[in-house]
């Protein structure tokens, strides 16, 4: 008798558990908070011309499309030009911007721009509290050569700012993480 | 004062009645379980002081008996004395049970020789109390790589994940406490959630051939059981105090445990440990420290025929992940395994940061048993677990102290076993179990489930016999049924839908369409069956064999069926399966032991056959804004694995011994006609050691560890183009690292301290070179090299 009191003391206790913890709610979704899906560069020619854009953006993160990239048109030989990026993230609506998340974490945060074929050099327009450069805004200056090749921007999280010629613009002794590498086609006419 | 009465009692008796002293008690003594005669069982008449003996059948009587109360004391040898009082009225028939103490007298066994086993025909090896001690500031996985044929597979050196015979994770079952442990064994980076301190001794079983503890164990059964508790009335207890140089770690772990003569016994436990950053030889690994809590609760009352258990364990770990592992896209990969040195390394600090993991599991179980007079043992019980998972990744602005990954898993289970053992002959055993788990993945975190939420029903049931055909050989025979549903709700980005061509084969399962993400509501079940069979045949004194055979099912697991997504940790973009289906594994072990005075040799060899055996590999890239990733995808093969676990020791004298632990393993890919990857290469511990019972007890021993290069493994390098070179490099993810070569010692002594309490001082080194490594089997080998030199000092005190 006592056994099976104890057996239906059980079986009650383990029940009213697996009641418990029932229930039919659909889970909410999930919009990714910190993910990048776009990034733009804007560069104004300084004494006027056209406007170039170049454009990457990932509207399904990680998932398995590709980024598209777009660039809106060629640069023009010796020329300066005035650029500035802009980060968003696209899933949410109305987008977020991410450059304030950057500008507030930027002694974390550096940009680099290498454009192959020497087809541009780019300088450093805003640096953070411990005068290391970050890259939301920068100069891209183009001489007499012309021709095609790529433009390659990288975002690094956690770079040692410090290490021989980062400060400089070079990724070589970088390190940190890639929060963003896109990898533009442009020209120089 | 009982006597006073009762020979008051008698007088009155007399005086009344008058004395008749003609009575006569008779009856037979049998064993409780088969109900067989005890021959040669002393009854002593405590009120008259008289004695008597049962005969070749087990009959005893009494004369000349007056009325009144009998007290008797029944003895025999492997009994416990048992105390009877029986009222005389006149000629009295009664017969007594016995408790044959076969189950206690085989725990005396265990400390006596060592090898308590809890199955008969399978490759099965116990590691006591004494062992598990020695690494009381480690883990489970440190402590069961001293038995041959197990290894780890790592991540760093605090998530250690054991591997048995070249199969981890879902692959293996592990049972605390006769509770199968539920805390998302899934994942490579994610370890039993065990305190080795709260176990007395651990049993690993090769091979599937333990159905009472699951048909999905394709590469074995780990059961950890607690001390056994000896029933007197007492209070003792230890406490273990250790440090390490490597990690700059203390650490302590103190049990106490109050037991009563009646049965009733209440054990305490409870343990404590903190590393800061682990040491190669040339430099500190960043943020690999980890914090441990745990604690056990036992108590219950225990007799032969009846008892019960009422158990709690709360683990709380917090572990670092080096800081180097986490990186951004292909070319930090690239990078970082160019690099000769981790690309972030620190001087000593016990902080831990992202990334970093913390769990908390917890387990209550409670269990009944009775025993029925000449039918056998019952048993039910039902448990809890809760295991809640943070995983923390580098994250910028509001989220930097946010996880990445908040999962909370909830199982119960309600089980009962039933051991007929009447004829210790032929023993049956029978169970069922019923589970429910329920896992939810916090959408708070702002990152997408990397598991979904979902609730898992489980059922199975077993019957298993276990033959003696004779004095030599045994046989068994085991069969189970498995049942396993799990209903999910998972999103999946509209994308990835369509990339997996799910929308061709699961469309009906779609249940709600937000635009870039499908909600979906998979509902997958999975009958698994599950054999096996055995035979040992001892041919003499020195020599025996077992043969056994397992046939096993294992359902696949949620990260094998719902994976996808980025995996920091790896720079690798992860994809389950939804057409996954269970695996089947056809087992053959065949052992061979041999015994005398000086040599002990245990070959266990295996052939596992795994037919459509599910594993994750490499199969393109894809693009994101971060730059390209690998994509690694679940997939299904016939694979075969065998091989040879070799234990010996020779014993020189009373004072000298050697000792040999050997592995060999080689796992196939049959349909890529490849190597299989992650298999633990060819190992071999050697050891001299040294004991004297005059010097303090004292114990040494020297262990040279011998790992060669594998060089079986599957070629998945790939080229990548690395945009900010502008060249395309090879990303070697295979290549296994090199030989390497250790040396560790040990060494303790005990001094009394007083009649019931002991210190045990032990001093071990490991490696004691310094020497410089990587192990293939340590996912972090592609970052930094493994653990220099440590020292440690271990202070143990019995009481």
């Given amino acids: 008798m006592k056994t099976l009191k104890n057996l239906s003391i059980l079986f009650i206790s383990a029940l009213v558990f697996t009641a418990c913890s029932s229930d039919d709610d659909n889970p909410e979704p999930v919009n990714e908070e910190e993910v990048i899906t776009t990034l733009t560069a804007t560069l104004v020619p300084v004494g006027g011309g056209t406007t170039i854009t170049l454009q990457t953006q990932d509207l399904d993160g990680d998932g398995p499309n590709d980024p598209e990239i777009t660039v809106s048109g ?15 993230n696209e899933t949410e609506s109305p987008a977020e911007s991410i450059n304030e998340e950057i500008e507030e974490e930027d002694e974390d945060h550096q940009f680099f721009f290498q454009i192959t074929n020497s087809l541009a050099t780019f300088t450093y327009d805003d640096f953070d509290e411990d005068g290391n450069p970050v890259g939301l805004e920068f100069t891209v200056t183009t001489d007499d050569t012309t021709g095609a090749g790529t433009l390659t921007i990288t975002l690094r999280h956690e770079p040692s700012k410090s290490a021989n010629g980062v400060s400089d613009g070079d990724i070589t002794n970088a390190g940190g993480e890639t929060d963003i590498q896109a990898v533009f086609s442009i020209s120089v006419k | 004062m009982k006597h006073y009465i009762m020979i008051l009692a008698c007088c009155l008796f007399s005086i009344v009645y008058g004395q008749n002293c003609n009575y006569k008690l008779s009856g037979n003594v049998h064993d409780f379980h088969d109900g067989s005669a005890i021959t040669g069982a002393v009854i002593y008449i405590k009120t008259l002081d008289r004695y008597t003996t049962t005969d070749i059948d087990g009959n005893y009587s009494i004369d000349n008996l007056c009325k009144g109360l009998l ?4 003895s025999h040898l492997a009994c416990d004395t048992k105390q009877i009082e029986i009222q005389i009225n006149g000629d009295t028939q009664y017969d007594i049970n016995m408790e044959h103490h076969i189950e206690e007298l085989n725990q005396i066994k265990i400390d006596a020789q060592g090898n308590h086993k809890l199955t008969k025909t399978s490759q099965e090896t116990q590691l006591k109390t004494k062992t598990l001690e020695r690494f009381s500031a480690f883990s489970l996985g440190d402590a069961l790589k001293q038995i041959s044929g197990v290894s780890s597979i790592n991540t760093g050196n605090t ?13 293996i079952v592990v049972l605390t406490n006769n509770v199968r442990l539920q805390d998302q064994e899934w994942g490579i980076e ?15 079983i090769k091979g599937a051939n333990a159905l009472a503890y699951g048909g999905d164990a394709i590469g074995g059964v780990i059961v950890l059981k607690p001390k056994n508790i000896s029933l007197k009335d007492s209070l003792y207890g230890n406490t273990i105090l250790g440090m390490q140089s490597n990690g700059r770690g203390p650490n302590i772990s103190s049990t106490l445990t109050k037991s009563w003569k009646k049965g009733w016994y209440l054990t305490g436990q409870a343990s404590y440990k903190i590393f800061g950053d682990f040491k190669t030889p040339d430099y ?24 019960f258990n009422v158990f709690y364990s709360y683990l709380n770990n917090e572990i670092g ?16 395994i160019n690099s000769e040195e981790p690309l972030v390394h620190n001087d000593f600090s016990y902080d831990i940061n992202a990334p970093k993991q913390e769990i908390t599991h917890q387990v209550f179980k409670t269990d009944f048993y009775k025993r029925f007079k000449k039918f056998g043992r019952l048993e039910i019980q039902y448990d809890f677990q809760n295991n809640q998972r943070f995983e923390y990744d580098i994250r910028v602005g509001d989220d930097k102290e946010k996880a990445a990954l908040d999962l909370t898993l909830k199982t119960h289970t309600l089980k009962s076993d039933l051991k007929i053992d009447s004829n210790t002959n032929a023993i049956y055993k029978f169970g069922i179990n019923a589970g429910f788990q329920n896992n939810f993945a916090n959408p708070d975190t702002g990152v997408r489930r990397l598991i979904p939420d979902y609730d898992k029903y489980d059922f199975g049931i077993y019957a298993i016999s276990e033959l003696k055909l004779n004095e030599n050989t045994n046989l068994d025979f085991g069969f189970r049924y498995d049942f396993n549903k799990i209903n999910a709700k998972k999103f999946y980005l509209t994308s990835r839908w369509e990339e997996r061509r799910y929308d061709e084969d699961f469309a009906d399962i779609v249940i709600d369409d937000l635009g870039t993400q499908l909600l979906v509501n998979p509902v997958l079940t999975y009958h698994n069956i599950s054999a096996s069979a055995g035979i040992t045949h001892q041919f003499n004194a020195n020599n025996s064999v077992i043969f056994n055979y397992g046939l096993s099912n294992r359902a696949p697991n949620p990260s094998e069926l719902f994976s996808d997504g980025l995996h920091h940790s790896a720079a690798r973009i992860e994809l389950g399966d939804l057409r996954i289906k269970q695996e089947t594994s056809n087992r053959i072990g ?13 070959l266990e060899s295996y052939l596992n056959h795994i037919h459509d055996y599910i594993y994750i590999k490499p199969t393109g890239t894809e693009t994101t804004i971060r730059g390209a990733f690998p994509v690694w995808e679940y997939l299904q093969t016939n694979a075969l694995l065998y091989g040879l676990d070799v234990s010996a020791n020779y014993k020189f004298n009373n004072q000298w011994y050697l000792n040999n632990k050997t592995a060999f393993i080689k796992g196939r890919n049959l349909t890529e006609k490849e190597a299989l990857i992650d298999m633990p290469s060819f190992k071999t511990i050697n050891a001299i050691g040294y004991s004297n019972k005059k010097w303090l007890n004292f114990k040494a021993e020297l262990q040279s560890e011998l790992v060669l290069k594998q060089n079986d493994y599957p070629d998945n390098n790939f080229e ?8 395309s490099v090879l990303l070697d993810i295979s290549s296994p690292p090199p030989t390497y070569h250790l040396m560790h010692f040990e060494s303790d002594i005990t001094v009394k301290l007083s009649e019931k309490s002991d210190l045990n001082i032990g001093l071990n080194i490991t490696n004691i070179f310094n020497t410089s490594y990587r192990e293939y089997l340590n996912r972090l080998r592609y970052f930094a090299d493994d653990l220099g030199r440590n020292f440690m000092l271990q202070l143990k005190i019995n009481y």
């Fill in chain 2, 159 to 171: 998530i250690v994940k054991p591997v048995i015979n070249g199969l981890h994770s879902s692959r």
């Fill in chain 2, 720 to 727: 990548v183009y690395i945009p900010t070179t502008e060249e």
């Fill in chain 2, 71 to 74: 007290i008797l004391e029944v």
């Fill in chain 2, 284 to 307: 500190y690994l960043t943020n690999t420290g980890m914090n441990s809590k745990g604690l056990s609760l036992n108590t219950g009352f225990k007799t032969f025929e009846k008892g």
């Fill in chain 2, 321 to 336: 992940i080096l800081r180097s592992s986490h990186i951004g896209n292909i070319e930090d990969l690239v990078n970082a």
């Fill in chain 1, 74 to 88: 060629a640069l023009a030989a010796n020329t300066t030009y005035n650029g500035t990026l802009e980060l968003l």
């Fill in chain 2, 190 to 204: 994610h370890a039993p959630n065990i305190d080795l301190n709260s176990a007395g001794y651990i049993n690993v």
């Fill in chain 2, 590 to 602: 065949v052992s061979y032991l041999f015994k005398n005075e000086k040599l002990s040799l245990n």
